[in-house]
């Protein structure tokens, strides 16, 4: 199950399919990646390959077919439930005509983050006032390009 392909869509066959469908259809993909057949770089037909093989030793063998579909019902499911509660999320909060969303809260990080930044402007500031001041600048000067 790894990626976002299942093995059903590597092979290109229904979640139905029989081990002839199952068989059928390895055979047809192996043809087009063997490398005197296809166009592909060498090395993406042997990773393709590598992923029609092993979608193929698994669906093939009716325990880890069973093993993988009820994983992927589950994952299905899973993904079901976090859409639905997207939206319900959306539903709850329409009142407040921010459609974005509810803001988490800062982290510690984020917080600390946010308070570096204001005080390395405040101390930039601050220098900025003492060393024109030593140098003898004023600091209600007229910028040399507004004076004709």
Known sequence: MKGDLSYYKILGVNEN?????LRK?????????????TSLDLEEAKNKFQKVLEAYEN??????????????????KIAYENKKNVFNSFL???????????????????I??????????????TLSIVIASLTGKELDTIPPWLVK
């Not at 669906?59 to 009820?70: M, P, T, V």
């Not at 709850?92 to 984020?110: D, H, T």
């Not at 600390?112 to 500031?125: A, G, W, Y």
Request: proline share 3%; hydrophobic share 40%.
């Open 17 to 21: 399919a029989s081990n002839n469908e």
């Open 25 to 37: 259809a390895f055979c047809r993909l192996s043809i087009e990646l063997h490398p005197d057949t």
């Open 59 to 76: 669906l093939n063998n009716s325990s880890f077919r069973k093993i993988y579909d009820e994983k992927l019902k589950e994952k299905s």
């Open 92 to 110: 709850i909060n329409s009142s407040n005509q921010n459609l974005v969303g509810n803001r988490r809260p800062f982290s510690n990080g984020e």
């Open 112 to 125: 600390f983050s946010l308070f570096l930044l204001i005080m390395i402007i405040f101390v930039c500031l």
